[in-house]
């Protein structure tokens, strides 16, 4: 619990320092959510584990649920409780609590989207997803790879380890900020290169085409993100898929793992009625 009340505050510094309004663009927000879409959501009770400032849920309102439910352990519920307040949509709640042991009566969809990886006990946040989904409910959640961040791993996790202890705007400053700048010259490279067999082997090939459609501001989100955390696990596929076929109420017929930009995993499925 230490560990992951340490976390929260840590990634609280990170959102609450941010501007008014969803840090995703609709594109990432309907990217990372996928297979889950609009006809999912519409009507329907929706919780969102982990949901730092609710920019996830600013989208979702988009999508007209019936209610809709966010819960983090940090105080970026406060940034989250004003970017959902300033919304036409009204019927939603930031809740202030661990999710790992959050229990309600179900919703129809949860998701949890990049925060299993950043949790001491990733196994014990997926089964609270599970428990929190009704009987013939979604379920969707995208953690880090194992597999296609070996760049990240050695490189990145050990200046994390150290700059994670250090005052946040220290590290964002004064470490995210120069970091961010050569990934971004780099990522901008990659996009403009041809996608050829040679190219596609490059370190976070994929990744860095993606991210490059946005802002320098946005590099520096990322590595903030990245550097602030004091516990990050990259998770391999066969660790979902034990999670997946280890869980009796999960339909085994519905579950999926997806890659996602070759360096992250998509997962999710139904719960039996």
Same mark, same amino acid.
């Given at each position: 619990?230490?560990?992951?009340?340490?976390?929260?505050e840590?990634?609280? +510094?990170?959102? &609450?320092?941010? %501007?008014?309004?969803?840090?995703?663009?609709?594109?990432?927000?309907?990217?990372?959510?996928?297979?889950?879409?609009?006809?999912?959501?519409?009507?329907?009770?929706?919780?969102?584990?982990?949901?730092?400032? #609710? /920019?996830?849920?600013?989208?979702?309102?988009?999508? &007209? %649920?019936?209610?809709?439910?966010?819960?983090?352990?940090?105080?970026?519920?406060?940034?989250?409780?004003? @970017?959902?307040?300033s919304?036409?949509? $009204? @019927?939603?709640?930031?809740? =202030?609590?661990d999710?790992?042991?959050?229990?309600s009566?179900?919703?129809?969809?949860?998701y949890?989207?990049?925060?299993?990886?950043?949790? $001491?006990?990733p196994?014990?946040?997926?089964? /609270?997803?599970?428990? &929190?989904? *009704? +009987? #013939?409910?979604?379920?969707?959640?995208?953690?880090?790879?194992?597999? #296609? &961040?070996? +760049?990240?791993?050695?490189?990145?996790?050990?200046?994390?380890n150290?700059?994670?202890?250090?005052?946040?705007?220290f590290? $964002?400053?004064?470490?995210?900020?120069?970091?961010?700048?050569?990934?971004?010259?780099?990522a901008?490279?990659?996009?403009?290169? $041809?996608?050829?067999?040679?190219?596609? *082997?490059?370190?976070?090939?994929?990744?860095?085409?993606?991210?490059?459609?946005?802002?320098?501001?946005?590099?520096?989100?990322?590595?903030?993100?990245?550097?602030?955390? %004091?516990?990050?696990?990259?998770? %391999?596929?066969?660790?979902?898929e =034990?999670?997946? +076929? #280890? /869980?009796?109420?999960?339909a085994?017929?519905?579950?999926?793992?997806?890659?996602? @930009?070759?360096?992250?995993? *998509?997962?999710?499925?139904?719960?039996?009625s």
């Amino acid at each position: 619990m230490a560990t992951d009340t340490a976390t929260a505050e840590a990634f609280a +510094a990170s959102w &609450n320092s941010l %501007p008014e309004g969803s840090i995703y663009t609709k594109e990432q927000f309907e990217d990372w959510l996928s297979p889950v879409d609009e006809k999912d959501v519409r009507g329907k009770r929706v919780l969102e584990l982990g949901c730092g400032n #609710g /920019s996830l849920m600013v989208h979702l309102s988009g999508w &007209n %649920p019936g209610y809709l439910e966010g819960v983090d352990l940090g105080s970026s519920v406060i940034s989250a409780r004003k @970017n959902l307040g300033s919304l036409p949509f $009204k @019927n939603w709640e930031v809740t =202030k609590g661990d999710m790992t042991s959050f229990t309600s009566p179900g919703f129809d969809l949860v998701y949890s989207i990049g925060v299993l990886h950043h949790l $001491k006990d990733p196994r014990r946040g997926f089964e /609270s997803v599970i428990r &929190n989904t *009704k +009987a #013939g409910g979604r379920f969707h959640c995208w953690v880090y790879a194992r597999e #296609g &961040n070996a +760049a990240v791993r050695y490189l990145v996790d050990p200046i994390r380890n150290v700059v994670s202890h250090l005052p946040w705007r220290f590290t $964002k400053y004064f470490v995210a900020t120069p970091l961010a700048i050569p990934f971004f010259i780099y990522a901008k490279l990659v996009a403009s290169i $041809k996608p050829t067999l040679l190219a596609k *082997k490059l370190p976070l090939y994929e990744y860095s085409r993606w991210i490059a459609k946005r802002e320098f501001a946005f590099f520096r989100h990322v590595a903030f993100d990245q550097l602030v955390t %004091p516990q990050t696990t990259y998770i %391999p596929r066969s660790t979902l898929e =034990k999670w997946l +076929a #280890g /869980s009796d109420r999960v339909a085994p017929q519905s579950a999926y793992i997806i890659m996602r @930009n070759g360096n992250s995993w *998509k997962f999710g499925g139904t719960i039996k009625s």
